[in-house]
């Protein structure tokens, strides 16, 4: 989100079989990361093709909110280390750590009360929905 407003909203069958939610969610996670850090990348190229100068260039600061805790474990311990759960994932999957370690992307806990992403991936009964909602559009 930008300002307040949906940037990238993706919703798509995985290419593999979890073993758990965990990996699920870490696909996912690992996912939401490709397509943050591609936007990235094409902004900075913008930048330096427009030459913008340092006070316009946009500071783009990355925050990924993930209701899953072995999930967000996983995706905040240092490189190389996996967790006895999560030492089977493809290393397909791990590249995006490096940006984690980095400081590009920061990945924080959610509550799942307050995932948006639920507002189009899970059947909500009516109370939730409506929450989200109005978090996700203001009304």
């Known amino acids: 989100m930008i300002n307040k407003c949906p940037v990238l909203w993706t919703s798509k069958l995985q290419q593999l079989t979890a073993t758990s939610t965990m990996h699920a969610e870490y696909v996912a996670l690992s ?26 260039t946009p500071i783009i600061r990355t925050t990924i909110y993930e209701d899953n805790e072995g999930a967000l474990k996983l995706a ?27 400081g590009t992307i920061n990945i924080l806990p959610i509550d ?24 996700l559009i203001g009304w």
């Open 31 to 56: 996912t939401a990361c490709r397509d943050v850090i591609t936007l990235k990348e094409i902004v900075t190229e913008l930048s330096s093709v427009y030459q913008l100068t340092t006070e316009t």
């Open 76 to 102: 905040n311990i240092e490189l190389p280390r996996t967790t006895p759960r999560s030492k089977h994932y493809g290393i397909i999957y791990h590249w995006f750590r490096e940006h984690v370690m980095n």
């Open 112 to 135: 799942t009360t307050d995932q948006l992403a639920d507002f189009f991936t899970k059947g909500l009964s009516w109370a939730p929905f409506e929450k989200l909602q109005k978090q």
